[in-house]
């Protein structure tokens, strides 16, 4: 027979066991939300630079149209989060991860912004291409890479791999590099597009950029969810 005492540690160890159970639950399908977030905003800034380097106004606008389904993933990532936090009141290594979920649908949210940004430039300087010929192999690689970030930063929110949300660094380096030799063409003394167009490459560069910042920082946040360690903590330690 067991003694009163031990049936209500059995009974409070069931109940916390519960309890964590339904945590984690509740905490991957908030994850799955901000993996589907990610990836309607990778294919967003996709379709954006169609766009633009097509001069394609109907792409442009399907892009601008569309942005409604991340609006609702957002609000609904949000409420999740939110459940979280008065339902399980989470402590210490759970309160980390609903922090950091929060955070996380403010940088996707981000990122399908300045995905509508590149779509904008382009639906604004139709039916001409707001990209000199020089500069379009840039933009090319530049939203072949954000693509890429998005895709990644979905899969290390299913993961939860911090070893794989720390290479995420890697693609952004390759993007800070493209950045900057965009600067290198623009302050040539042979630049003979104008001022309007230098305005363009100059946002635009930039709204790449941040994106691919924002996918950074999604890893980031992953690392901290997964081992409450900074990435550079995380890799000092490994």
Same mark, same amino acid.
């Given at each position: 027979?067991?003694?009163?005492?031990?049936?209500?540690?059995?009974?409070?160890?069931?109940?916390? $066991?519960?309890?964590?159970?339904?945590? %984690?639950?509740?905490?991957?399908? !908030?994850?799955?939300?901000?993996?589907?977030?990610? *990836? !309607?905003?990778?294919?967003?800034? *996709?379709?954006?630079?169609?766009?633009?380097?097509?001069? *394609?106004?109907?792409?442009? $606008?399907? +892009?601008?149209?569309?942005?409604?389904?991340?609006?609702? !993933?957002?609000?609904?990532?949000?409420?999740?989060?939110?459940?979280?936090?008065?339902?399980?009141?989470?402590?210490?290594?759970?309160?980390?991860?609903?922090?950091?979920?929060? %955070?996380?649908?403010?940088?996707?949210?981000?990122?399908?912004?300045?995905?509508?940004?590149?779509?904008?430039?382009?639906?604004? =300087?139709?039916?001409?291409?707001?990209?000199?010929? $020089?500069?379009?192999?840039?933009?090319?690689?530049?939203?072949?890479?954000?693509?890429?970030?998005?895709?990644?930063?979905?899969? +290390? !929110?299913? &993961?939860?791999?911090?070893?794989?949300?720390?290479?995420?660094?890697?693609?952004?380096?390759?993007? *800070?590099?493209?950045?900057?030799?965009?600067?290198?063409?623009?302050?040539? =003394?042979?630049?003979?597009?104008?001022?309007?167009?230098?305005?363009? +490459? &100059?946002?635009?560069?930039?709204?790449?950029?941040?994106?691919?910042?924002?996918?950074?920082?999604?890893? =980031?946040?992953? +690392?901290?969810?997964?081992?409450?360690?900074?990435?550079?903590?995380?890799?000092?330690?490994?």
């Amino acid at each position: 027979m067991f003694t009163t005492r031990e049936i209500v540690i059995w009974r409070t160890h069931s109940t916390l $066991e519960g309890m964590r159970t339904a945590y %984690q639950e509740q905490l991957h399908s !908030l994850n799955a939300v901000l993996g589907e977030m990610c *990836d !309607l905003a990778g294919s967003a800034m *996709d379709r954006a630079t169609q766009a633009l380097l097509q001069a *394609d106004l109907a792409i442009a $606008e399907e +892009v601008l149209s569309e942005n409604d389904r991340l609006s609702e !993933l957002s609000a609904r990532a949000e409420e999740q989060a939110f459940a979280l936090l008065a339902l399980q009141a989470p402590v210490a290594g759970d309160l980390r991860g609903v922090v950091s979920g929060f %955070q996380i649908v403010a940088d996707v949210d981000r990122m399908g912004a300045l995905a509508l940004h590149v779509a904008k430039v382009a639906r604004r =300087r139709h039916p001409a291409k707001a990209l000199p010929e $020089e500069v379009n192999g840039y933009f090319a690689e530049m939203g072949r890479l954000a693509v890429a970030l998005a895709a990644n930063a979905r899969e +290390v !929110l299913d &993961t939860q791999d911090p070893e794989a949300a720390v290479r995420l660094q890697e693609d952004d380096d390759a993007m *800070d590099d493209l950045h900057r030799h965009l600067f290198t063409v623009l302050m040539d =003394r042979d630049w003979e597009y104008g001022v309007a167009a230098a305005v363009d +490459v &100059t946002l635009l560069g930039r709204y790449y950029e941040r994106f691919a910042d924002h996918a950074v920082l999604i890893g =980031r946040r992953v +690392v901290f969810q997964a081992t409450g360690q900074t990435p550079e903590q995380f890799q000092d330690a490994s």
